[in-house]
């Protein structure tokens, strides 16, 4: 379990590597993306191992939050408002 | 049985993952990035919530599956929406690409 939990971490360090450098703005949205996906599969891990189900509670919350913030930048970034 | 293949799934999940994200660094432009990060990551999560739907009671299995059925709807829209507002922002493509369909139907 902790081998898993070390390589999920990972897998967060190199998210958080491509957007502390990426070199454009869809770069480091795209990465945040990956990060939100990563956290699902992270709290679910933890659902696994401490045999609490609040944890997939938090995982849907995170991927909801995650999927709305990433439409809204994508829109962002096309110039248009939501609305077309 | 049903506890190893449930592991069997948990390990492959965290192996996507890793996988996913070792193409996020390597990768030379966005667009591939994207194509290698969220296909492999979408596909480790949701190995890993297959896992929990074996490994843990009924009621959690069912919070798994909606979660999964969510990442599975969410996760390619959410990088198609990306990819397309880049385009569009007008993000090249990596040098060595050999085909741009997108440029290429706005023009003609």
Redesign the interface.
Known sequence: MTL?FS??L??CA??L??VARGP?S??R???T??LG??M??FC??L??ST?K?YY??I??AW??L??IG??A???????KGFDE | MRASLGYFFLAVGVAFDLLGCVGLIRMPDLYNRLQAATKCVTLGTLSILVSVMILCSPATGAKAFLCGAFVLVSSPTAAHALARGAHRSGLRLWEKSVCDRLAEEKKG
């Open positions: 898993l390589v999920l990972v897998c190199l998210c590597y491509r454009s869809a770069d949205i795209m990465a993306d990956i996906i990563l699902v599969g679910a891990i659902a696994i045999k189900d997939l509670t995982a849907i991927a909801l995650s999927y990433v439409i930048l994508a829109k962002f970034l096309e110039g």
